[in-house]
């Protein structure tokens, strides 16, 4: 069974940054899988932000994000970054690591198959 449990979330101020963590088990996490971040925020649907091919790591990012943030993996600890600069407080919202194996990149969000539970990312004015 793949489990994805993230970490790294807080409250920073306007500029500041942080690094979310995702920790994977339990698949097989190489050649035929994509890993994504996506975040949510109250009352807002779902929004992908960032995605990585775990076989070339190839990088696909939202325009939301793009240049602020940076998708990692270390495929030998099953693990997937997302390091986040110059954080502003519309970047607040509860931010989720998935999964998609044998998919298009990047995949699309219905071709993501497990969650994890999230991690809170509060940024203040």
């Known amino acids: 069974q793949v489990s994805l449990v993230e970490s790294g979330g807080g409250s920073v101020q306007t500029g500041g940054s942080l690094r ?4 994977a088990s339990g698949g097989d996490f190489t050649s035929r899988s994509s890993m994504g971040w ?4 109250p009352g807002e649907f779902r929004e992908n932000i960032a995605a990585i091919d775990a076989g070339d790591e190839s990088t696909w990012y939202a325009d939301s994000v793009k240049g602020r943030v940076t998708i990692s993996q270390d ?6 970054y997302l390091q986040m ?3 502003k ?5 509860m931010y989720y690591c998935a999964v998609a194996f044998y998919t298009q990149f990047p995949p699309k969000m219905v071709d993501y198959s497990y969650w994890g539970q999230g991690t809170q990312v509060t940024v203040s004015s």
């Open 85 to 87: 600069t110059n954080l």
């Open 38 to 41: 996506f975040r949510q925020a």
């Open 89 to 93: 407080p519309e970047d607040t919202a």
């Open 75 to 80: 495929n030998t600890k099953k693990m997937l």
């Open 20 to 23: 979310l963590s995702c920790a």
